[in-house]
C-alpha cells in the first residue's frame, strides 16, 4: 500500500488515479498504453477483476 520511489500505489477513495489501475489496465496516468501487468504469459486480470479492485479503491481500499 505505501508503494515505493514513485509514492503510493493506490490512491485511497480514487482508482482513477491509482498507480495499481493503471497498471492492470496497461496504461500510465497520461492514458498511454505501458506494460500489462502482470506481464506477458501470466494470466491476466479480466474486466470483473479490475472493476472489483477499482470498486474497493474507491470504497477507501480497507484492509478488511
Known amino acids: ?3 515505493g ?3 503510493p500505489i ?3 477513495g480514487n482508482a482513477e488515479a491509482s498507480p495499481l489501475v493503471w ?3 496497461g496504461r500510465n496516468d497520461f492514458g498511454i ?3 500489462l ?3 506477458a504469459g501470466f494470466l491476466q486480470l ?3 477483476e479490475i472493476k472489483l479492485i477499482k470498486d474497493w479503491i474507491d470504497q477507501g481500499a480497507k484492509n478488511n
Open 1 to 3: 500500500m505505501e508503494g
Open 37 to 39: 501487468m502482470p506481464p
Open 10 to 12: 493506490v490512491e485511497k
Open 33 to 35: 498504453s505501458v506494460s
Open 5 to 7: 520511489d514513485n509514492g
Open 23 to 25: 497498471s492492470v489496465e
Open 46 to 48: 479480466n474486466r470483473t
